[in-house]
């Protein structure tokens, strides 16, 4: 039985984020009936998600233990001391996410004394259309992350982004300056800031922001912060190697 868990689980990967019941039978190639007894176990375990429309994703608690996997660890570890430049230099929160099925994972976040209440703690999952690392990381993300996202554009705030178009030329901005923003996308009040950080093989692995509860006007320092500490959070990787 664990082995056939093991199966559900394994169905589902970066081109199979979001499944139905019969997607998951068909690739793991069980009976319907035995999938979704398996399906069951998993949900109430927390390893997957059952979403209103009958779709699963994988689930929080897996993502969780996914913090304490070797390579998100080792991530963490080798951004701590840069985030702190980071936090030295805007005296603002400072957050890592990776990408976890369709929403945004926070690996790791630090911050100063003066910064206010967390809008966000590590484990936390935000969606990707209303982070600025989500944006990042939906921008060069996988093929067919972009229609599963737009899926689930959910208004959190009346300045969510709320249909497929704007999104996808907001994620065109994105790519062609380098960073992503957010202003009261995700809260009201809170405005983000996010660049992408590159693994050993140049591909985005994960982003690196920062939170603001006023309005970011200093793009000019706030950037090249990001942006300097995210080119050495890749040499470090690469270094490791």
């Known amino acids: 039985m664990t082995s056939r868990a093991l199966d559900v689980l394994g169905a589902f990967d970066t081109q199979h984020i979001r499944q139905n019941l019969s997607q998951i039978a068909r690739r793991t190639g069980m009976p319907v009936a035995t999938c979704y007894r398996l399906l ?21 608690r897996i993502a969780q233990l996914g913090l304490l996997a070797p390579v998100e660890r080792g991530l963490r570890q080798t951004a701590a001391p840069f985030m702190q430049d980071v936090l030295f230099a805007t005296r603002q929160i400072v957050n ?24 966000a703690r590590p484990g936390d999952r935000l969606p990707l259309h209303t982070s600025a690392a989500g944006k990042i990381l939906l921008a060069h993300g996988p093929d067919g992350l972009v229609e599963l996202a737009s899926g689930k554009l959910v208004r959190e705030t009346h300045q969510s982004i709320a249909d497929r178009p704007r999104l996808e030329r907001e994620l065109v901005m994105v790519r062609e300056r380098g960073y992503a923003t957010t202003e009261g ?21 994960a982003a ?34």
């Open 40 to 60: 069951r176990d998993l949900t109430e375990w927390g390893a997957v998600t059952r979403h209103e429309d009958g779709t699963y994703t994988v689930g929080q």
């Open 96 to 119: 890592l996410f990776i990408l976890d099925g369709t929403e945004a994972l926070l690996l790791d976040r630090i911050a100063g004394t003066r910064v206010g209440a967390p809008i």
């Open 185 to 205: 996308e995700h809260s009201s009040g809170a405005y983000g800031l996010a660049v992408p950080v590159r693994g050993v093989e140049g591909d985005v692995i």
């Open 208 to 241: 690196l922001g920062i939170v603001n509860l006023s309005r970011i006007t200093d793009f000019q320092r706030i950037v090249p912060a990001l942006q300097v500490a995210s080119a050495a959070i890749t040499r470090s990787l690469k270094r490791a190697v």
